[in-house]
């Protein structure tokens, strides 16, 4: 019943749209005029939610190409059932709202309503104290010395003993395989280790995926939908009714809710015992690092998923993409592997250490040239607490949306020159030159032109881990093996939550000719 209700809503807003759409392309140019700042053509009381309508399966390049066609690089979006939004690409702009004047622009009510019901009081949906106390909380998990440990206790284990005895078999025998997928997989373990301090081996590919891992997947995927639907009524009124996708997420996030709860159960009685149930301990995980501060379990619970949420995918999308690049630029990729074998020559126990790892500064290069090409996070929003005036004059109202846009910022020309769209990694080092990649020092690029991390005081707390994660896995791949991705067409970049590659990257994996040693 209620579902046909919903159909029928549906099927007005459609001939709703194209209505007025027709309406409106007789009188456009009568209509143009009514343009304020820089920004899509606009009408009066729906805004621009015609072009965005039209736009919709490709926000990231009409975004794009409206912020190039804009002197300051920053546009407004007016359009009916959205809060009026700044997108902006300019430096001074980003660093305004991300850092000078942090305290104007929380994400605010807008974004913690479409993640509320999965994320809950977790610090990636929280404003204010709540964000500060679990800022402060989680901050000891990604010091030098705990990631040292993470080197050794999680990323060797995974990547030796399942990573890269899996891609040997596939080498073997000369199937192709889904790189992303994989990486996803590898992402989830390490991440659940890291902040459940479990392990749910996704690697083993002979048993489904665990139910955790979908639901997750699943969640995300339908929150990030509500984001960009053109109208925010239709998922308010499919939640009330609790049909069509909002009952998949309420199915999904009460999955991962119940799944978490239980594993927080578990460990809480665990832990006690070994301590005769004195008090719970640190026990080289955020969730007993949560415990012993004496959080309840609900909230336990919404801080470990905002750390699951935030390191599930994201480090694989900015591999997966970087190892297709590194497919159309084979001089670059030649260039990873002499670097990782020459540090590997010169270190003490000839393996990849914490120390090994910080030398690699080319495949640094790379990893940052590919994530300015696609971000794993394409767009964030804050949202302005009081009025007030952007560096570039551009007026902001309270309650208005002001997303900066990486995916945008890396492809403005006036940041990047005219070679913007290639994928050159030298334009990170000091002093270019690939062979001398292992030599070359990194230039200090502002993280307000580059805020793939976000940047200022709600920077992203994993940047660290991300980069040794990363490097490791990436180096540890291209010393023994070529990625050959089986496709040659260009992929699609699908902007949800984090962002990924449509369909995946097929490829075929060969034993490299010359072997490394470790
Ligand atoms: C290439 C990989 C990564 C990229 C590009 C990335 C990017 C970002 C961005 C853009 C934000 C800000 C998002 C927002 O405020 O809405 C963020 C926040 C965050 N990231 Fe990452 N991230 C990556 C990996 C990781 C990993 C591996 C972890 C650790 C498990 C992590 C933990 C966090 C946390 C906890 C926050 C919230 C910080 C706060 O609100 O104070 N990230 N990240
Ligand atoms: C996208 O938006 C622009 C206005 O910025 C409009 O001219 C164009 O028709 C829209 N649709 C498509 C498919 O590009
Ligand atoms: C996730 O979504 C898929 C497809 O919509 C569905 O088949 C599956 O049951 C869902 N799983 C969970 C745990 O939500």
């Not at 430096?91 to 309503?113: A, M, R």
Request: hydrophobic share 40%; proline share 5%; with cysteine.
């Amino acid at each position: 019943m209620s579902a046909f209700l919903f159909l029928g809503f549906s099927v007005i807003l459609h001939a709703f749209l194209s209505l007025i759409h027709q309406c409106i392309s007789k009188k456009t140019p009568s209509y143009a005029s009514h343009r304020i700042s820089h920004g899509p053509p606009s009408h009066p009381i729906i805004g621009c939610l015609l072009s965005f309508y039209r736009n919709r399966s490709r926000l990231l390049d009409w975004y794009t190409d409206l912020l190039s066609q804009s002197p300051t690089q920053t546009i407004v979006i007016h359009r009916l059932g959205a809060c009026r939004t700044v997108v902006t690409a300019n430096p001074d702009n980003v660093e305004h709202v991300l850092k000078k004047n942090f305290h104007n622009y929380p994400k605010g009510v807008p974004f913690t309503c479409i993640l509320g019901d999965f994320l809950g009081c977790g610090i990636f949906n929280v404003d204010g104290p709540l964000w500060s106390t679990q800022r402060k909380l989680a901050s000891h998990e990604f010091s030098t010395h705990s990631l040292r440990d993470f080197v050794v206790r999680t990323l060797e284990a995974e990547v030796e003993n399942r990573l890269l005895p899996l891609l040997q078999d596939y080498a073997d025998t000369d199937r192709t395989l889904d790189l992303q997928d994989l990486l996803r997989r590898f992402a989830f373990d390490t991440v659940c280790q890291v902040s459940l301090g479990t392990d749910p081996d996704c690697l083993d590919l002979s048993r489904p995926l665990p139910p955790l891992v979908t639901a997750f997947e699943n969640a995300s995927r339908i929150c990030a939908m509500r984001g960009t639907s053109p109208v925010y009524l239709v998922w308010k009124m499919k939640r009330v009714l609790n049909i069509g996708s909002e009952n998949k997420l309420a199915e999904a996030v009460n999955l991962v809710h119940d799944d978490i709860l239980d594993i927080i159960r578990s460990r809480k009685k665990k832990l006690l015992q070994e301590n005769d149930d004195q008090q719970i301990k640190y026990d080289g995980d955020l969730l007993s690092r949560f415990l012993a501060a004496g959080h309840s379990e609900e909230m336990v619970r919404d801080m470990a998923i905002s750390f699951v949420m935030a390191g599930r995918d994201t480090t694989s999308a900015a591999m997966t993409w970087l190892f297709w690049l590194l497919a159309q630029n084979s001089n670059a990729e030649e260039a990873i592997v002499s670097e990782v074998d020459s540090i590997l020559d010169r270190s003490y126990n000839k393996c990849l250490d914490f120390k090994a790892l910080k030398e690699m500064r080319f495949l640094k290069a790379c990893l940052c040239e590919s994530m300015r090409l696609y971000p794993p996070v394409a767009w964030d929003s804050k949202h302005a607490a009081v009025d007030d005036v952007l560096p570039d004059g551009t007026l902001v109202k309270k309650g208005d949306r002001v997303t900066y846009f990486p995916y945008g910022m890396g492809r403005m020309k006036e940041l990047w020159g005219e070679d913007r769209l290639e994928f050159k990694p030298d334009r990170w080092l000091v002093e270019p030159g690939m062979d001398g990649g292992a030599e070359g020092k990194l230039r200090a690029v502002s993280p307000y032109k580059y805020p793939v991390f976000q940047a200022g005081p709600r920077v992203c707390l994993g940047k660290e881990m991300a980069f040794i994660q990363m490097k490791y896995v990436v180096a540890s791949i291209l010393q023994r093996f070529e990625i050959r991705p089986v496709l040659e067409n260009r992929p699609v970049f699908v902007p949800l939550l984090t962002a990924h590659m449509a369909g995946g990257l097929k490829v075929v994996v060969k034993k490299r000719k010359v072997l490394g040693s470790c």
